[in-house]
């Protein structure tokens, strides 16, 4: 392998199943579904009535009362969860290694909570009520900025946006960043809050989501006969990589390496993905040759499963098309299913679990998937949680506008 190896030394999670990683994890090896009613406006009027909203956050464990009211919400998540990164890895950043530490952090949509409420604002009071707080609350660079301020790292800062595979695009090219020696670490994950009424109701504009209001936690259902669209949810998961240099330095422990990055474009529709699965395969192709693994090698899937008919056809198809014979014997799972779909913060959060998936030798399973759709005949893990040593898991996260992102992770070795 050319450059720096990478491995992963941190990780953190905010999610509709715990507000940190412990009952996340827990949550989810449980498979207990995090979907419910809406309550953070009135849904009444809406075709879709559900979503993964993050329970009992408190900001100001965090923060500053007076720093909160200045943050949109996605804000608020990216610096509590940077907390609890930083705590989780026992990392000091200070004046000796703050320009030697990054930020890169995916998120789709940014600050429309606030954009909502200031249009409001602006249409019943007037421009002279606008805040001017109000477009740093809105933009989504502003989740790396204030992490930046939090934790007081002064390397590369940014956010990648490319829809719902964000997340994994930032990782990927964090994980570049330190290979290429540029730094030595770097935080990196997915962000996302947007259960705001534009939100849902643009997603049922497009008939993308589930209105399986009746029994929400049986809403979100990959790969299943049933399902009938994806479940908006709010989150965030965050990584702190590292060159293994670095991190054996400061004796950090060690979760796993990063293996192989892969990215591409379908170049085929705004919002559907290629009927054959060619650009997801190419994505996950090209992880497998950066990482110069060959398909056997890999044990587990986290695929981006989420719920609607055609993601999940062509996710199976493209498994297939790049394993062959091996896909039936791997270990396939939707975490989707139980946590519902962080759009930009998705591959942040199911990175988190991956890495966890190979430190504990446990793979989440699949829930709600009672009757498998017509070609999805992989093994999904549908029986619940499975035990077994897993030494690489591959990542996938695929967008609107046709971008795709797989990341692959490995137990480290020495």
Known sequence: MIGKR????????????????????????????GIGPITRFDCSEYTSKIAGEVKDFQADKYMPKKQIQRMDRFNQYACAA?????????????DNNDAEVGILIGCGLGGLETLEEFHTRLIKKGPGRISPFYIPKLISNVASGQMAIFTKAKGPNLVTTSACASGVHSIG????????????????????????????????????????????????????????????????????????????????KIYAEVSGFGASADAYHITAPDESGAGMSLAMKNALKEAEVSPEDIDHINAHGTGTSWN?????????????????????????????????????????????????????????????APECDLDYVSEGTRQKQVD??????????GTNACILFKKYDG
């Open 173 to 252: 090219y964090a994980y570049s960043d330190i290979k290429l020696g540029r730094v030595q670490a770097m935080i990196c994950g997915g962000v996302e809050s947007t259960i705001t009424p534009m939100a849902i109701s643009g997603f049922n504009a497009m008939k993308a989501l589930s209105t399986r209001n009746d029994d929400p936690e049986k809403a979100s259902r990959p790969f299943d006969r049933d399902r009938d669209g994806f479940v908006v949810s709010e989150g965030c998961g965050l990584l702190l990589l590292e060159s293994l240099e670095h991190a054996l330095d400061r004796g950090a």
């Open 312 to 372: 999940d056809l062509c996710e199976t198809r493209a498994i297939k098309n790049v394993f062959g014979q091996h896909a039936f014997s791997l270990s396939v799972t939707a975490n989707k299913s139980m946590i519902g779909h962080m759009l930009g913060a998705a591959g942040g959060i199911e990175s988190v679990f991956s890495v966890k998936t190979i430190e504990t030798g446990n793979i989440p399973g699949t829930i709600n998937l009672e009757n498998t």
């Open 6 to 33: 990478v491995v992963v030394t941190g990780l953190s999670v905010l999610s509709p199943l715990g507000v940190d990683l412990e009952r996340s994890w827990a949550n989810l090896l449980a498979g207990k579904s």
């Open 82 to 94: 940077a907390y609890m990164l930083l705590e989780n890895t026992d990392f000091c950043i200070d």
């Open 392 to 401: 690489y898991v591959l990542c996938n996260s695929f967008g609107f506008g």
